[in-house]
C-alpha cells in the first residue's frame, strides 16, 4: 500500500516536471531566450518512471530566472512611454479647452 502510494507520488511528479519542462521551454522561445540543446549533457535528463526527457530542475530555474528578467525588461521598456503619452495628452486637453473657450 505505502509503495503504490509513493509510485503515485512520484508519478505524480514526474508528469508535474514533464508539464513545466514544455511550458518553460515554450515561453523561452516566445521570449527569444535560447534553450539548451536536447541532449542529456546539456541541461536535459530522462524521466525513471516514464523514460520521457525533461529539463532538469536547475536548468527550469535558470529558464525561469532569464524569463521574468525579460518580462520584466519589456515591461519597463512599456512604462518608460508612459510619463510621455500621459503629459501630451493632458496638453491635449488643455489646448482643445482653450480653443472651446476661445471659439465656444
Known amino acids: 500500500m505505502i509503495q503504490l502510494f509513493?509510485?503515485?507520488?512520484?508519478?505524480?511528479?514526474?508528469?508535474?516536471?514533464?508539464?513545466?519542462?514544455?511550458?518553460?521551454?515554450k515561453t523561452a522561445e516566445?521570449?527569444?531566450?535560447?534553450?539548451?540543446a536536447l541532449n542529456l549533457k546539456s541541461g536535459w535528463e530522462t524521466s525513471d518512471i516514464t523514460g520521457n526527457v525533461r529539463m532538469t530542475s536547475d536548468t527550469r530555474a535558470k529558464l525561469l530566472k532569464a524569463i521574468r528578467e525579460e518580462k520584466?525588461?519589456?515591461?519597463?521598456?512599456?512604462?518608460?512611454?508612459?510619463?510621455?503619452?500621459?503629459?501630451?495628452?493632458?496638453?491635449l486637453g488643455v489646448v482643445v479647452a482653450i480653443l472651446a473657450l476661445l471659439f465656444g
Open 30 to 36: 516566445k521570449y527569444l531566450i535560447p534553450v539548451p
Open 72 to 91: 520584466k525588461q519589456r515591461r519597463e521598456e512599456m512604462l518608460g512611454w508612459l510619463p510621455i503619452v500621459t503629459a501630451t495628452t493632458g496638453l
Open 6 to 25: 509513493f509510485y503515485e507520488q512520484d508519478t505524480y511528479d514526474d508528469s508535474l516536471a514533464q508539464l513545466q519542462s514544455i511550458y518553460i521551454q
